[in-house]
């Protein structure tokens, strides 16, 4: 085989750039990661929840299951949102 000038270099190239059919996610697909199921996915939001300031200041997000402490800890936390402690019977 004979040794390769620069112009045969170029000529290479050239052809590889227009006959690829495309970035090498065309040729090979990663794996998605399996999804987490909501459980692992509630214990993990919960987790970042009792890291923040506004949690451990609050003693009454402390007694409550992960899903209702998200919840309260949401509404407490959030702008023109004003949580209610009493519950006033209409009947």
Same mark, same amino acid.
């Given at each position: 085989?004979?040794?390769?000038?620069?112009?045969?270099?170029?000529?290479?190239?050239?052809?590889?750039?227009?006959?690829?059919?495309?970035?090498?996610?065309? #040729?090979?697909? !990663?794996?998605?990661?399996?999804?987490?199921?909501? =459980?692992?996915?509630?214990?993990?939001?919960?987790? @970042? /929840?009792?890291?923040?300031?506004?949690?451990?200041?609050?003693?009454?997000? #402390?007694?409550? !299951?992960?899903?209702?402490?998200?919840?309260?800890? =949401?509404?407490?936390?959030?702008?023109?949102?004003? @949580? /209610?402690?009493?519950?006033?019977?209409?009947?």
């Amino acid at each position: 085989m004979q040794n390769l000038t620069v112009l045969d270099y170029r000529t290479l190239a050239d052809a590889v750039e227009q006959f690829d059919p495309g970035p090498w996610t065309t #040729h090979f697909v !990663p794996p998605e990661p399996e999804p987490e199921d909501v =459980a692992t996915q509630m214990r993990g939001m919960a987790a @970042v /929840i009792r890291n923040e300031d506004s949690y451990k200041q609050d003693a009454e997000l #402390h007694g409550l !299951p992960d899903d209702l402490m998200m919840m309260l800890w =949401a509404f407490k936390t959030s702008d023109n949102v004003q @949580v /209610i402690n009493e519950y006033v019977d209409s009947c």
